[in-house]
């Protein structure tokens, strides 16, 4: 019996990654080693052990840092206080934030000055949901469930939601309309706030069920929520999901009985990796391979001013 790999398209990095990556490298380059990254640049740990071979710094807090030295913000954003006591420490800050998340900041300045309490959908500790809330920390009410939803209580004032970018859009919906069946008229997020890479790349892997597949590997690492949203959305869908790293040699075991393996990696997965358990499925005996494209991507964000060549 032939057995098959469904390969998601699209897959890996997204435009946000490229471009907190690029900014890193680019900074190495310009300057020589060390650059700090406050936190890890994007949750890859693949990424990051290659960033510090060429220098990269990780640290948890800016004040970890040197006086005078660059400090990277990382691609999931930071509250305004961490920019403010990164210069007021004399650090040279080169924002690497994702575009999509400076939006959704942007979306928390507005609602909460005008006098909405902003409702957060997202993980309360999650890196994002942490700088997002730090924007107006005294409106903003982090939503982790619809049971979050139905025990807020906005003091009588109007509520608008946002949203952590990586989440499954079935877990926005579900909050958001328990927020909706308790307030009844509230400002809902706008539809790009799941960021277009996490919305491609979940309807890849409801594609890919569609299509067959009974068993679907997710590249990433632990630490990253829309990795960990992949494997969410499969098995929301019916298929078994498993998130493995990429780097080590595939369990075989976890094949057992299936013909068919749908195969996706997350947003700050590199396509090295994807490639390499492609070939590890092959040694296993899957050797038909066939792509699943659900959308093309062609988005790319500017590079800051500091990482610019004039």
Do not use: W
Request: with cysteine; aromatic share 2%; glycine share 8%.
């Amino acid at each position: 019996m032939s057995k098959r790999v469904l390969l998601a398209a699209p897959r890996s990095f997204c435009a946000g990654v490229d471009r907190a990556i690029e900014i890193v490298e680019r900074l190495l380059d310009q300057y020589g080693p060390p650059v700090y990254v406050r936190h890890q640049i994007v949750h890859n740990e693949h990424v990051v052990r290659r960033l510090e071979a060429l220098g990269a710094v990780f640290v948890e807090h800016e004040d970890e840092i040197p006086r005078g030295e660059i400090c990277v913000l990382s691609a999931h954003g930071v509250a305004p206080a961490v920019k403010e006591n990164a210069e007021r420490r004399g650090l040279r800050v080169v924002d690497a934030v994702c575009p999509l998340v400076s939006k959704v900041h942007a979306e928390a300045r507005r609602y909460a000055d005008s006098g909405h309490v902003v409702a957060l959908v997202g993980h309360a500790d999650h890196v994002e949901v942490i700088g997002t809330r730090g924007e107006r920390p005294e409106a903003t009410v982090v939503i982790e469930s619809a049971e979050d939803a139905r025990r807020l209580d906005p003091g009588g004032k109007p509520i608008a939601v946002i949203t952590q970018t990586t989440l499954s859009l079935d877990d926005v919906a579900s909050t958001v309309d328990a927020l909706g069946d308790r307030f009844g008229d509230l400002k809902r997020p706008a539809a790009d706030d799941i960021c277009y890479a996490t919305q491609n790349r979940q309807d890849a892997v409801k594609e890919m069920v569609a299509q067959g597949a009974t068993l679907i590997l997710v590249i990433g690492s632990e630490t990253s929520s829309n990795a960990q949203r992949l494997v969410e959305v499969a098995r929301l869908h019916g298929a078994p999901a498993t998130l493995i790293d990429g780097e080590r040699d595939l369990d075989r075991d976890l094949l057992d009985d299936h013909t068919t393996v749908g195969l996706t990696a997350g947003a700050s997965t590199p396509e090295e990796l994807v490639q390499a358990v492609v070939s590890g499925l092959a040694a296993a005996g899957y050797d038909e391979l066939a792509e699943v494209e659900v959308a093309r991507e062609d988005v790319h964000f500017r590079l800051p001013r500091e990482v610019v060549s004039t």
